[in-house]
């Protein structure tokens, strides 16, 4: 007596609940785009949460929901506070995006820059990346899953030279020597950090004449989704480039 063919449950898919800051516009506007194509639940971070949600109503209709959040990444009152309400709402976070960005001057110099817009930078690329991912990873821990992506610049890698933009450049420097470091602590969790060098992007801060913004956003989604264990690393387009 001949059975039938046992049929397999079909495999459940896997939920993904993303968080990108300063994402109301620009880079990470895009990011926010192309990972709720995806299917994920995208947390848009956004310093003015009325930018936000002006963004967040853009995507609608995405096949993953997009959900605007209020995160100034210089502030931990608010990262905790996000954090908190995070594991609330979905007990997880899976993919987290370090974009917030900003204090590109090609016409400052380091030998007489002002030292407050370089605090600025250190706060916002450095330290706002560390505050959310130190407040980010117990949520990642409890399932042994998540993708970091700290969005950096090749005018961070020390491998290249050049004097302008110092506040950036330095700021940037110091967040890819955070990558490695995080990287090295997190190996083998499950957990992958990753820095991702978009290119020179046409946004309002990278100015008219750079490559398409959803081309820069194609490397930082393409490491927050990879399969494969590969951490501790630096990125442009899928690619490796020098520190």
């Known amino acids: 007596m001949s059975h039938p063919a046992r049929r397999l449950p079909a495999a459940t898919p896997v939920y993904r609940v993303a968080l990108v800051s300063g994402a109301n516009r620009g880079l990470g506007?895009?990011?926010?785009?192309?990972?709720?194509?995806?299917?994920?639940?995208?947390?848009l971070g956004a310093r003015d949460l009325d930018k936000g949600l002006h963004a967040a109503r853009q995507l609608a209709g995405a096949p993953g929901e997009v959900i605007a959040v209020q995160l100034d990444v210089t502030r931990q009152d608010q990262v905790d506070t996000l954090a908190r309400w995070i594991e609330i709402t979905y007990g997880r976070l899976d993919?987290?995006?370090?974009?917030?960005?900003?204090?590109y001057d090609p016409r400052a110099n380091p030998a007489n820059a002002d030292l407050a817009p370089a605090r600025d930078a250190m706060?916002?690329?450095?330290?706002g990346t560390w505050r959310l991912c130190s407040a980010m990873l117990p949520l990642m821990r409890r399932h042994g899953y998540g993708r970091i992506v700290n969005v950096s610049s090749g005018c961070g890698a020390t491998a290249t030279g050049?004097?302008?933009?110092?506040?950036?450049r330095v700021s940037k420097a110091a967040l890819n020597s955070y990558t490695r470091a995080l990287a090295a602590e997190l190996d083998g969790s499950g957990i992958l950090v990753n820095a991702v060098c978009p290119g020179w992007v046409a946004t309002d801060m990278g100015g008219p004449g750079g490559r398409p913004v959803a081309a820069g956003a194609a490397g930082?989604?393409?490491?927050?989704?990879?399969p494969e264990h590969v951490?501790?690393?630096?990125?442009?387009d899928g690619q490796r480039i020098a520190w």
């Open 220 to 226: 930082i989604v393409w490491a927050a989704c990879m």
């Open 231 to 236: 951490t501790g690393g630096f990125y442009r």
């Open 162 to 168: 050049g004097a302008g933009c110092p506040a950036y």
């Open 123 to 127: 706060d916002t690329h450095l330290f």
């Open 29 to 43: 506007f895009e990011v926010a785009r192309q990972l709720s194509e995806r299917g994920m639940t995208v947390l």
């Open 95 to 103: 993919v987290l995006v370090n974009n917030a960005g900003g204090h």
